[in-house]
């Protein structure tokens, strides 16, 4: 199971429900176990995100076939959605924190994190208490702006950066030596949405990064 704190989910056709456990999701802005992902964005927060946690997800847990759309890397893997944030940039939230809380709680055994930011109140203590409990939890290293972002810059919680095609380095990913590993992040195709339309698209960014490699740990995982 992979604990995803991002802007919750849709049934979009090429992430569907079978990939996903709406039974353990849970909404930690409303206060609610409804994780959906209501598209509208939110014009309080700096660059609103909707259907961020979908295009995420797509990527670990996607369904449908390679001539129809997205294949996720993760396909027999469950997705735990935990609405947690309306913006990738985080500024002085706990949102996350809570929706880390909650993946342990509810049995996650990874918990993946395509956000960043700074002042996150209670994270680093709840990502410690995963770890603690065998959990593996990974975070996006940032785009444009150079510099590791928390919470991948907290020691506990591993960096990923963003790889291009032929494995050359993404131009606007952050880098440093507190980045842990780098998985493919640019040209990466993802189930979104235009206008509320669900389609494919071909998307960049240390988010997808995350998402790869909460695939190959769940695989990982699976095979020992």
């Avoid at 039974?23 to 700096?46: E, F, Q, T, Y």
């Avoid at 980045?179 to 960049?204: E, I, K, Q, R, W």
Wanted: charged share 15%; net charge negative; glycine share 12%.
């Amino acid at each position: 199971s992979v604990g995803q704190p991002d802007s919750g989910y849709t049934l979009h056709p090429n992430l569907g429900a079978a990939g996903l456990d709406l039974s353990r999701d849970r909404d930690v802005i409303d206060g609610d176990d409804d994780a959906i992902d209501d598209l509208i964005p939110n014009p309080a927060w700096p660059l609103p995100n909707p259907g961020h946690g979908t295009r995420t997800a797509s990527v670990i847990v996607g369904q449908g076939t390679p001539a129809e759309g997205i294949v996720g890397l993760a396909g027999r893997a469950l997705l735990v959605p935990i609405r947690a944030t309306e913006s990738v940039v985080q500024v002085f939230d706990s949102d996350v924190a809570k929706a880390v809380a909650h993946a342990r709680q509810v049995g996650c055994h990874v918990v993946s994190m395509s956000l960043g930011g700074k002042g996150f109140f209670g994270l680093k203590d709840e990502i410690q208490r995963a770890v603690d409990a065998g959990m593996i939890v990974m975070a996006a290293a940032g785009n444009y702006v150079g510099t590791v972002t928390a919470p991948a810059s907290y020691d506990n919680c591993l960096a990923v950066a963003a790889t291009g095609p032929g494995d050359t380095l993404w131009v606007d990913s952050s880098r440093g030596t507190a980045v842990d590993v780098s998985m493919p992040g640019s040209c990466v195709h993802v189930a979104a949405y235009n206008d509320m339309t669900p389609v494919v698209l071909m998307a960049n960014g240390t988010s997808y990064a995350v998402a790869h490699l909460a695939a190959a740990a769940t695989l990982w995982l699976a095979h020992h």
